[in-house]
């Protein structure tokens, strides 16, 4: 009697188990939102004409954390200028991995977050309002009705990629 309480129990608790562990849902790794590039001042990105006051605020969004952030720079007026910046001598800014760009920017205080400040960050407010007017100081009549072109690439902790076009028209006016 006792061997036949002892098997009908452990049957039960074995149903049990069983029924609970195929009843629960596989619930399947929640999977963080796409990153994204937003300019409030220009939500479609076309293209915005050199002036002194400009508002090139970008938020960028990585519910995954930011892993990788470059900023291609296409301009004839400061592509020579970062290339001093950067470690391999380019106007390619790796503002996460490239220490020696890193150091510079911090040094000049030109007020691009880098490093820390982008590295696994979910939400930062990357700001070229100061920088692009710039164009217009250093180019003169030589750059007249030029485009300068800003790409910023970046990758999350979840390897999606995500790249924008921010293209500036310079005109030169005497």
Same mark, same amino acid.
């Given at each position: 009697?006792?061997?036949?309480?002892?098997? @009908?129990?452990?049957?039960?608790?074995?149903?049990? !188990?069983?029924?609970?562990?195929?009843?629960?849902?596989?619930?399947? %790794?929640?999977?963080?939102?796409?990153?994204? =590039?937003?300019?409030?001042?220009?939500?479609?990105?076309?293209?915005?004409?050199?002036? #002194?006051?400009?508002?090139?605020?970008?938020?960028?969004?990585?519910?995954?954390?930011?892993? #990788?952030?470059?900023? #291609?720079?296409?301009?004839?007026?400061?592509?020579?200028?970062?290339? !001093? +910046?950067?470690?391999?001598?380019?106007?390619?800014?790796?503002?996460? @991995?490239?220490?020696?760009?890193?150091?510079?920017?911090?040094?000049?205080?030109?007020?691009?977050?880098?490093?820390?400040? !982008?590295?696994?960050?979910?939400?930062?407010? +990357?700001?070229?309002?100061?920088?692009? %007017?710039?164009?217009?100081?250093?180019?003169?009549?030589? #750059?007249?009705?030029? @485009?300068?072109? +800003?790409?910023?690439?970046?990758?999350?902790?979840? @390897?999606?990629?995500?790249?924008?076009?921010?293209?500036?028209?310079?005109?030169? =006016?005497?």
């Amino acid at each position: 009697m006792k061997n036949t309480l002892f098997t @009908n129990a452990a049957a039960a608790a074995l149903t049990i !188990l069983t029924l609970s562990c195929c009843n629960k849902k596989e619930e399947s %790794p929640k999977t963080a939102e796409a990153p994204t =590039i937003e300019w409030a001042a220009n939500p479609d990105f076309a293209v915005m004409e050199i002036s #002194d006051q400009m508002d090139i605020d970008i938020r960028i969004r990585a519910e995954a954390g930011i892993r #990788d952030f470059v900023v #291609d720079v296409d301009s004839h007026a400061i592509s020579p200028a970062i290339s !001093l +910046f950067t470690t391999d001598g380019t106007s390619r800014m790796d503002l996460i @991995n490239d220490s020696k760009l890193i150091a510079m920017l911090a040094a000049f205080n030109i007020g691009l977050p880098a490093g820390e400040q !982008l590295q696994n960050k979910t939400d930062v407010l +990357f700001t070229l309002s100061s920088l692009v %007017p710039m164009i217009s100081d250093i180019s003169g009549e030589r #750059d007249h009705d030029t @485009n300068h072109i +800003f790409t910023l690439r970046m990758t999350d902790n979840e @390897n999606r990629t995500l790249s924008k076009s921010l293209i500036f028209h310079y005109s030169y =006016i005497q």
